[in-house]
Structure formats: structure tokens, C-alpha cells
């Protein structure tokens, strides 16, 4: 063991107790405003490591290809709060960057959270508005405000990327103070909008917590994508509600009230966690901040396709608990949400809670595993207990426990993950040949031009390689492949199913 690995392991201990079956995997990580992303095996050994030339902000994941993606602290923001990040960078296994991306000006600057959305990546930020502004849409202030705005970045193949897509909070607001103001209407009627004068203080409102300077209005902390609903959802702290909104619209839709799979176009589909938000009566089950609101994997695990959150208080007396919302029951037309005019949007409590072990009044992060047990990461931010930790599929019996430090996010990866086969060399032997069809995979990724596609089923028609200036250089129904006579760089995999579903990966020649 060398020294920087055995100085680590020592500095954040490791308990293991195994009275149920541990999930098989790898937890990633990066603690907040350092430079360091290190991806741990069961045991708390480091299996692998990035030295990043920048440090990370809040959120570092890990990309079916081997590489990280995560949001970096720029050195030139221009403003300032909690969570600021301001770029957003992948990160090849080398530690070296594959592309970044600057989002930070005086107007504009991304924070906290990210997702992927395939390839793509969305990134959480602040727009500024002045205090006349807000002020002529409906609220009374006296200073500026940084309302939420969600980006979506698309590597260009030339180490940067470009905006794909854009959603705003600004553009669904309500106010019932002036009528002579824009977007005036009953709060209660409208809850696909968000009532301007909601939040009356930055840093206070009913969820309370840090404001970190400047206007940050809404505290959007946490941001996931569904791919098979193509929507997203979002929490924000200030508020102490989870948010969901289309994003099959283009960006001029998702700035109106139609269009898109919904047709509502970028309005609220679904809320929940606090119904005073919209006028409405019903319990506040998130009484305070919440965090990594997030889509549990419809593949038949316990809450497949539930929302959860990390309801930082959600037991009260800063007791944490892992809320699980089950949505679809209000599921109207498969794209939007049905609620009963004058009632909470359902379901009125959690459909199922798990109350934690160790607590954090900000930031962390759950999960569902695939064997049904539950991963928590309490972040050590604002004197959270800072650990992350496994338990049996009942919350009974913590089965795996790691003091790291409490990132922000932590999250755990499983042995079949693609991401994690590319990058560890398959680490825990699985037979390549009986994945699951979504979970395709390309290895060896990189490779020096012989690979072979796994994972796929009988539904396969064509396979298409296609370089970087889109030229297709080779189809075939085959699942080997030779590409050693072309020259080292990323080509895109276009994968054609039988039902017409394309899916798309890349693979890197490196000879």
C-alpha cells in the first residue's frame, strides 16, 4: 500500500459489519472545494483516483464511459453563494480534461448540482435580475434577485460544449399583490406556477438555511433527469419542495405554457412537499431544507420509479429521513400529473420513509440499490455527521459504513455499471454477454480499435461507427468490431433496436 493510499484510509476510518448482504459495488465522491475525486471498493480501498486541476463545487459523477463529469469552482466568478461553481468539466481516468465549460459572468453563474442527460450534461444556475425588475414583476424589494435557471450542455468534440437547451423559473411566475403587474392570478388555481412572493427572505422562507451571499432566491440544490418520462425533477431548499418539468419542449416552449410531451410546456407538472406554496391546504412533509430529489430506477427494485428526497429534517428535531414519493399514482395522460382542484397534489404524505442513522441539516444524498438496501451520504457540511453509509433493505441494520469526510453528494455505482467495467477492467468478473439490454456496453473503452458491444439483445437491427465530422465509417449486425486501421479519437456508436430506439455510445481509439 503506498503512502498517500494508507495516510487516507487512515484518516477516514472504515466499519464493516455484514449481518446482510452488502451491496457489491463502488461509492464516488469529492468533497467539497477540494481537487480530488476518488471512486472507493467495499472496503474502503481506493480504487481509483483524479487529481483535478480544479476543485469541485458540490457534485462529481461517474459516465458510462469511464470518465467523470462534475461541476469546478472557477477562479473568476464574478458572484458569490453558497454552492458556487461557475464550470462544469469531464475528466478522463488520466485526470485529464476531455472538455470544460465556463458558465459564469455578472449575470449568470452555475452551482450545486448537475445530471446527465445521455451524453449531455444539466447544469443548475443563477440569472440575475435587478431589484426593478423584480419589483415590476410583482415583488417588493430593494435588491436584486438570482432566480433559478437550468442549462443543458453539449460536448462539441472540441473541448468545450454548447447550449442545447434552457429552462427558467422567471418565466413561470404568478403574483396576487398588483394587478396592473404582469402574470397577476389566483395562486391557488395556477399551481403549474410559482407565486412570486412565495419566499419572502433569501436564506430564510420556510425552508431556511444558508443563503451564501448575494440573491440566491430559490436555493435549488438538486436536479435529476428521467429518460424514460424525459422530464426532470428539481428541490429547492428555500422552498421545502420538489419540483417536476418537461423537457421534451424546445427552449422557446419550455419558456411558454405549451407544447412538449405534457403540453404545458416548461410549467410545473408536479410539486410537492409543502402545499402553502401554491395556496393550498395539506401537511408540509418537508418542514425545512431538502436535498438530491432524485428518480428511483423503474427496473423492480422497492420504490421503483419513485421520487425520493433527502429531507434533511424531515423527523423533526434534526432527525433526517429518506422520503419516497410514489407520483405516479397522480399520473395523468403518462406526461403530466392529475390533482383535484383545491387539494394538495397527492400523494398528501410519503409513501414510504426511512429514517436515518446519522443525520445532516444540508446537502447529502440517497439511494435505492438494485438488491433493495439503501445507501445514505450525510454530508459533514453545517455540522452534519459527515458519513456515508449502507443499510438491509429494511433500514434495520447498518451493513456498511465509511467516515469520509461527508461530501456534498457521494454515490455508488454497481459491479455491472458500464462505467465502472471500463474503467476497473470489469473488477467484479461479470459475464459481459447477459446484460440487461439497458445497460449496453463497449469494451475495452478506450481501446486500440478492437472491442466487441455487450449487452445487446435479438431487438438489434444495425450498428453504425461514425467519426468526428459525421461521416459513417462502418455498419454491421456483427458485435465485434476492428477499427484498428483508423486514427486514434472518440467516434459515436449509433445502435438501431427493432422498435426503432437508437441508442447512442462512444468509443475511444487510443493506439
Given amino acids: 500500500m503506498n503512502f ?4 487516507f484510509v487512515i484518516a477516514f476510518s472504515l466499519l464493516s459489519t455484514y449481518h446482510a448482504q452488502t451491496f457489491d459495488g463502488y461509492a464516488l465522491y469529492n468533497r467539497q472545494n477540494n481537487n480530488n475525486t476518488y471512486l472507493i471498493d467495499k472496503d474502503g480501498n481506493i480504487a481509483h483516483t483524479w487529481n483535478c486541476n480544479v476543485a469541485c463545487n458540490y457534485t462529481v459523477l461517474l459516465k458510462e464511459n469511464g470518465n467523470i463529469v462534475r461541476g469546478g469552482k472557477y477562479s473568476n466568478n464574478q458572484l458569490n453563494g453558497a454552492a ?23 449575470n449568470h453563474c452555475q452551482h450545486h448540482d448537475i445530471c446527465l442527460i445521455g451524453d449531455n450534461v444539466l447544469l443548475t444556475a443563477w440569472e440575475v435580475k435587478t431589484a426593478n425588475q423584480v419589483t415590476a414583476a410583482g415583488y417588493s424589494t430593494n435588491s436584486d434577485k438570482w432566480p433559478t435557471h437550468f442549462v443543458e450542455l453539449q460536448p462539441d468534440g472540441n473541448g468545450s460544449a454548447s447550449i442545447v437547451w434552457e429552462w427558467h423559473i422567471w418565466d413561470h411566475l404568478i403574483q396576487d ?10 395562486i391557488a388555481d395556477n399551481p403549474q406556477l410559482i407565486d412570486i412572493n412565495m419566499i419572502q427572505s433569501q436564506g430564510g422562507g420556510p425552508g431556511g438555511g444558508p443563503g451564501g451571499g448575494g440573491g440566491d432566491w430559490f436555493h435549488v440544490n438538486g436536479v435529476d433527469y428521467n429518460a424514460d418520462l424525459d422530464q ?12 417536476v418539468i418537461d423537457h421534451s419542449t424546445s427552449t422557446a416552449e419550455a419558456a411558454s405554457h405549451s407544447g412538449g410531451n405534457s403540453g404545458m410546456g416548461g410549467d410545473i407538472l408536479y410539486r410537492w412537499g409543502n402545499p402553502s406554496n401554491y395556496n393550498t391546504s395539506g401537511s408540509q412533509i418537508i418542514p425545512d431544507a431538502v436535498h438530491d430529489v432524485r428518480w428511483i430506477e423503474n427496473d423492480g427494485r422497492p420504490n421503483a420509479g419513485f421520487l425520493q428526497v433527502f429531507n434533511n429534517e424531515g423527523a423533526g428535531n434534526n432527525q433526517s429521513t429518506i422520503d419516497a414519493i410514489d407520483a405516479t399514482g397522480s399520473a395523468g395522460n403518462g406526461y403530466t400529473y392529475n390533482r383535484t382542484p383545491g387539494q394538495a397534489f397527492e400523494p398528501t404524505s410519503y409513501s414510504w420513509r426511512y429514517t436515518c442513522a446519522y443525520s445532516a441539516p444540508g446537502q447529502s444524498a440517497s439511494n435505492r440499490m438494485s438488491n433493495g438496501n439503501i445507501f445514505v451520504n450525510c454530508s459533514g457540511g453545517q455540522g452534519g455527521a459527515g458519513i456515508m453509509y449502507e443499510t438491509d433493505p429494511t433500514g434495520n441494520n447498518i451493513i456498511w459504513q465509511y467516515n469520509g469526510g461527508g461530501p456534498a453528494k457521494a454515490f455508488r455505482y454497481e459491479c455491472d455499471y458500464p462505467g465502472i467495467i471500463t474503467l476497473l477492467n470489469n473488477p467484479c468478473m461479470v459475464d459481459l454477454n447477459n446484460l440487461a439490454d439497458e445497460k449496453i456496453n463497449i469494451y475495452p473503452n478506450p481501446s486500440n480499435g478492437l472491442f466487441t458491444i455487450y449487452g445487446l439483445s435479438s ?13 459513417i465509417i462502418l455498419e454491421s449486425k456483427q458485435k465485434e468490431f476492428d477499427l484498428s486501421s483508423y486514427s486514434s479519437g472518440l467516434y459515436n456508436v449509433i445502435i438501431e433496436k427493432e422498435s426503432g430506439e437508437l441508442v447512442i455510445k462512444k468509443i475511444s481509439l487510443n493506439k
Avoid at 177 to 186: E, T
Fill in 232 to 243: 426532470i425533477a428539481f428541490s429547492s431548499r428555500f422552498a421545502s419542495e420538489i419540483y
Fill in 459 to 471: 431487438s438489434l437491427i444495425k450498428i453504425k461507427i461514425i467519426d468526428a465530422f459525421g461521416k
Fill in 177 to 186: 399583490v398588483d394587478p396592473n403587474k404582469p402574470s397577476y392570478g389566483n
Fill in 4 to 7: 498517500l493510499k494508507y495516510s
Fill in 84 to 106: 458556487i461553481g461557475g464550470m462544469v468539466q469531464e475528466i478522463d481516468p488520466n485526470g485529464s480534461v476531455v472538455w470544460e465549460y465556463v458558465y459564469s459572468n455578472s
